[in-house]
């Protein structure tokens, strides 16, 4: 079984739409994440819930919105997409505490706004 | 604030010569170091950490990490590249200071390995 599954895989959209990236995870892990990678594959985080509460909120715009339903999900909302936020976006968990550095990836979600 | 820096962006190696992909860190305190593995198409995968103790990490799929900190280098090493090792390479450095009790990683900007046949 995956560990950690994100959906969609690919996501084609146009300006100004909104969109949602699911994630969630079987390990049991008290925190997720999200992470943005660019084109020039430098990772980037984004989002990070501890037993879903936010505890980081890098500089992103507000028109991202991280959703934690429970501990297991960590769903990302965007609205009114832009060109600029065509990227691969990455789910990750880990156990949290001072042993939580090993994280666990999803595959990824490749976004394309046209 | 924690940083790593990775020189280089590519690294070629023919296969069954041996690899180094470089990662130098900049922290306060004791640094906290890892390597990621990215295959295509992939998300990234935990190769190895150093939290403490002896200066060369073993890890995943024969590689290897030494710990230097006079250089505060945190070089991967493997003695011997195969083709299937072709892939980008993350360091990282774990944040000095926990928030809510959790710590978060830094990422470099990835090396590409290119293992030629």
């Known amino acids: 079984d995956t560990a950690v599954s994100q959906t969609p895989k690919y996501l084609v959209t146009q300006m100004g739409n909104d969109k949602s990236i699911k994630c969630e995870q079987n390990?049991?892990?008290?925190?997720m994440y999200w992470y943005k990678q660019d084109s020039k594959k430098f990772l980037k985080i984004m989002f990070s819930?501890?037993?879903?509460?936010?505890?980081i909120n890098e500089t992103v715009p507000n028109r991202f919105s991280p959703k934690s339903p429970d501990k297991a999900h960590l769903n990302l909302h965007i609205n009114s997409l832009e060109l600029g936020d065509s990227a691969v976006y990455f789910c990750?968990?880990?156990?949290?505490?001072?042993?939580?550095?090993?994280?666990?990836f999803g595959s990824g979600t490749q976004l394309s706004v046209l | 604030a924690q940083s790593v820096a990775q020189p280089e962006d590519q690294v070629n190696v023919a296969e069954g010569n041996p690899l180094t992909v470089k990662c130098t860190y900049s922290?306060?305190?004791?640094?906290?170091l890892f390597w990621y593995v990215q295959y295509p198409n992939r998300g990234l995968q935990f190769l190895l950490k150093?939290?403490?103790?002896?200066?060369l990490v073993k890890g995943s799929y024969g590689f290897e990490a030494e710990f230097n900190k006079s250089q505060t280098s945190f070089h991967l090493k493997k003695p011997s590249a195969l083709v299937s090792d072709s892939a980008l390479y993350f360091c990282?450095?774990?944040?000095?200071?926990?928030?809510?009790?959790?710590?978060?990683?830094?990422f470099g900007k990835g090396t590409k390995l290119s293992v030629i046949p």
């Open positions: 990750a968990s880990s156990r949290g505490g001072r042993t939580n550095e090993k994280l666990f």
């Open positions: 390990l049991g892990h008290d925190t």
């Open positions: 819930y501890n037993n879903k509460e936010l505890i």
């Open positions: 922290v306060s305190g004791n640094p906290y």
């Open positions: 150093y939290i403490t103790g002896d200066n």
């Open positions: 990282a450095v774990r944040d000095h200071q926990a928030r809510a009790g959790s710590y978060q990683l830094t």
